[in-house]
């Protein structure tokens, strides 16, 4: 085993979740080289990794593309692939790589995420352990770039509002948001910043100018940038997104996940620093993308998402002292 190639495109939590395979992997084979594809958004997060020695970005998906691609990577004589993407079309470059040895990955609902990718591995590779957290390097140039626009002299909450489109299971109101941001703002005077990429700036402008503690930063950054901003924080509050994800992983601020539709078993915050809340609610976690319950579709808002009140996040904020 000298030569290792992990396959996952993406989403960018699901990177994220992958990433105690190769930390693993280099804590008990440090002499291996390890490389990574993935998308070009995810790859950003990962390919200033110390861990990994290549990370390759994914150009395009077509069969063309990926038949030449693995034919370039059949090149590098890999000894295991492990393919986290279990498409037809990563099979299929699975098998034009051709290493020595190669595991796909089967999700089951039995494991968190990060341990049903750790288990995909270990299948080839037995001797990897997992670790009760998660860990992504980012540059302290990076840091210390963001740094300059944040700022200091007041505890960090980052309140996370964006969520996908298409799972309306994860979204929380905004009325909630702002009075969870209120709330903190008169109990702990601390500074509440809103992200997003640059497609979300529209749909934060509600958070523009509410309060001089509220700061809007939503498209100032890229996504490494974002999650040196995240380092930055005391606090991350967000439903299950990929930014949760990352806010995980990079050492310093306690997460709280929103969680409706959504198992918390499956894809909770990764850590012993970190909680998850859910409704008590007979029909979740169901992993819908569309509630069921027709009466709550005007709102918007899934009623296993409109279940969990401001107070319930002040609560754990204040209970755990998050902000002492």
Known sequence: MKKILIIREGAIGDVVHTSNIFRSIKAKHPDAIVDYLTGKIPAQLIENDSRLDNVYKLEGKDYKYLTKLGLRLRKEKYDIVINLQPSLRYRYLTFVINPKSSVIYRKSFRYHAVENFLETAKK???????????????????????????????????????????????????????????????????????????????????????????????????????????????????????????????????????????????????????????????????????????????TGINPCMAALKPEHVLRVITDNDLLA
């Open 124 to 298: 080839k590779i037995k001797d990897l352990e997992n670790f009760d957290n998660i860990e992504l390097e980012i540059p302290q140039k990076v840091v210390e770039k963001v740094k300059k626009d944040i700022p200091a002299d007041k505890k960090i909450v980052i309140l996370n509002t964006q969520t996908s489109l298409t799972r309306q299971g994860r979204k929380w109101p905004y009325e909630y948001f702002k009075e969870l941001a209120f709330s903190l703002i008169d109990r702990f005077d601390c500074t509440i910043l809103i992200p997003g990429s640059k497609e979300d700036v529209k749909d934060v402008q509600c958070y523009e100018n509410l309060h001089p503690n509220i700061h809007v930063i939503a498209g100032k950054y890229n996504i490494l940038e974002s999650a040196a901003v995240f380092s930055l924080a005391d606090v991350f509050v967000s439903s299950d997104t990929g930014p949760l994800h990352i806010a995980t992983a990079v050492k310093k601020p306690f997460c709280i996940g929103l969680y409706g539709a959504a198992s918390v078993g499956r894809t909770g915050p990764w850590g012993v620093n970190h909680f998850a809340l859910s409704a008590d609610l007979p029909c979740i976690p169901c992993d819908r993308r569309k509630c069921k319950f027709k009466d709550h579709e005007n």
